[in-house]
Nanobody, 126 residues
């Protein structure tokens, strides 16, 4: 089982990015998935989660209105659309997955997830 995030880079404040996470050797529809991020010198924090069905999402308060999480179960991919980037968004962004029998549950704790990708770096310049 493998997750591979991509799409990070250097962006000016106010810009946007689209992060993607591809899942390999996994029955993607059996997994709830999420994005976390870790800024330099800080702990990993929850960003957004989406349940097995595409209709259930949950966001950290700090990103509501700017970040949109989505998934395409036919392509085994998870996406995070980020708008209005600011320097505080600078971090390594990780995608994570956990098996669940629930089609709607979302999970916000890092310990809720057992499968992690290596992360993609987002740097926002002021």
């Amino acid at each position: 089982v493998q997750l591979q995030a991509s799409g990070g880079g250097l962006v000016q404040a106010g810009g946007s990015l689209r992060l993607s996470c591809a899942a390999f050797r996994i029955t993607f529809t059996n997994y709830a998935v999420a994005w976390f991020r870790q800024a330099p010198g800080k702990e990993r924090e929850f960003v957004a989660a989406i349940g097995r069905s595409t209709g259930t999402t949950y966001y950290a308060d700090s990103v509501k209105g700017r970040f949109t999480i989505s998934r395409d179960n036919s392509k085994n991919t998870l996406t995070l659309q980020i708008l209005s980037l600011n320097p505080e968004d600078t971090a390594v962004y990780y995608c994570a997955a956990r098996f669940t029998y629930s089609s709607t549950m979302t999970y916000t704790g890092a310990t809720d997830y057992s499968i992690w990708g290596p992360g993609t770096l987002v740097t926002v310049s002021s």
